[in-house]
């Protein structure tokens, strides 16, 4: 059993495979995938309303920032991570602390920040 088991998490990801294997790989960790979207509309009225631990939120969401969708958490004490491929310089400076998962990743990387997002002490 993995200290991720039961983990409720909202995967926000508008590439299929990408998404897809992030739900693999937080699966293989023990953690239940509450929902996984790629538009923010729909993004946002889930992380408004479901039961969720965690959130993996993609920045870029063709052509739309997840940003919203972190406010939303923000307020909620939801933690969240962010994954892009373009690295920590494009948040904006609020979301600057936030866990960044930089693509393409390992599953080693995703629970490293899935760790860092849920406050858990770092392995050794």
Do not use: W
Not at 8 to 36: K, N, P, T, Y
Not at 48 to 75: C, K, M, W, Y
Not at 79 to 91: I, K, R
């Amino acid at each position: 059993m993995s200290e991720f088991s039961g983990t409720r998490v909202l995967i926000v990801e508008d590439e299929g495979f990408v998404a897809l294997l992030i739900e693999d790989m937080l699966q293989e960790l023990g953690c239940e995938i509450v929902a996984s979207v790629a538009g923010l509309k729909e993004a946002c009225g889930i992380a408004a309303t479901a039961q969720i631990d965690l959130a993996v939120l993609d920045v870029n969401l063709g052509g739309e920032r997840s940003f919203p969708v972190a406010h939303i958490l923000q307020e909620r004490r939801v933690p969240f991570m962010f994954s892009t491929g373009y690295g920590a310089s494009g948040l904006p400076v609020e979301f600057s602390e936030c866990p960044v998962l930089g693509k393409p990743f390992s599953a080693k990387a995703l629970e490293e920040k899935l760790a860092v997002a849920l406050g858990l002490p770092p392995r050794r």
